[in-house]
T-cell receptor, first 113, second 114 residues
Framework: KQEVTQIPAALSVPEGENLVLNCSFTDSAIYNLQWFRQDPGKGLTSLLLIQSSQREQTSGRLNASLDKSSGRSTLYIAASQPGDSATYLCAVRRPPSGSRLTFGEGTQLTVNP | SAVISQKPSRDICQRGTSLTIQCQVDSQVTMMFWYRQQPGQSLTLIATANQGSEATYESGFVIDKFPISRPNLTFSTLTVSNMSPEDSSIYLC???????????FGSGTRLTVV
């Protein structure tokens, strides 16, 4: 059974810092991995999607890496801003196509002005 | 990616009543998914809804409690029946699309049962 762990559970940083959020998974036979952002009481916004054959994806100040063999992914946020404050969730999908996502517990990020 | 409209965004309900949540997608999708997020926890899949067939429920979730409809390729409903305070959660619908199979989520329904 796939298990997904995110460390740290919570993180508080001053504005402008670069930071790294970690995600680990127990079964390396994944189809892809997706990072989401969730604001309090709201739905999920997709940030980055990494296919199992890829090593990283970038979007603006965000960079996600994937090391399938070690069962790890990191989300790097450059020059953090108060608007980045949210919960960040990683989710993995195993083959075959259409199978469900397994979510981590999330990292609650607070960026202080 | 798909745009999903989910309604209602929030509701406060009396125990013993039922609430139906709607999800409308702006494009046709084969599978729609319903998730529950209990307070302070991550997401748990309730069921997968395919058009024209019965929904497939995950362990711990039953059709009598969470009936689902999927009348066409752009719409689905989830009903939370005979509610108790333990049903207080955020409920989210989701679809997967495209060659890269990216998941998109609705804005969520925040349910409080009193």
């Amino acid at each position: 059974k796939q298990e997904v762990t995110q460390i740290p559970a919570a993180l508080s940083v001053p504005e402008g810092e670069n930071l790294v959020l970690n995600c680990s998974f127990t079964d390396s036979a994944i189809y892809n991995l997706q990072w989401f952002r969730q604001d309090p009481g709201k739905g999920l916004t997709s940030l980055l999607l990494i296919q199992s054959s890829q090593r990283e994806q970038t979007s603006g100040r965000l960079n996600a890496s994937l090391d399938k063999s070690s069962g790890r992914s990191t989300l790097y946020i450059a020059a953090s801003q108060p608007g980045d404050s949210a919960t960040y969730l990683c989710a993995v999908r195993r083959p075959p196509s259409g199978s469900r996502l397994t979510f981590g517990e999330g990292t609650q990020l607070t960026v202080n002005p | 990616s798909a745009v999903i409209s989910q309604k209602p965004s929030r509701d406060i309900c009396q125990r013993g009543t039922s609430l139906t949540i709607q999800c409308q997608v702006d494009s046709q999708v084969t599978m729609m998914f319903w998730y529950r997020q209990q307070p302070g926890q991550s997401l748990t899949l309730i069921a997968t809804a395919n058009q024209g067939s019965e929904a497939t429920y995950e362990s711990g979730f039953v059709i009598d409690k969470f009936p689902i409809s999927r009348p066409n390729l752009t719409f689905s409903t989830l009903t939370v029946s005979n509610m108790s305070p333990e049903d207080s959660s955020i409920y989210l619908c989701s679809v997967v699309q495209g060659a890269e199979e990216r998941y998109t989520f609705g804005s969520g329904t925040r349910l409080t049962v009193v």
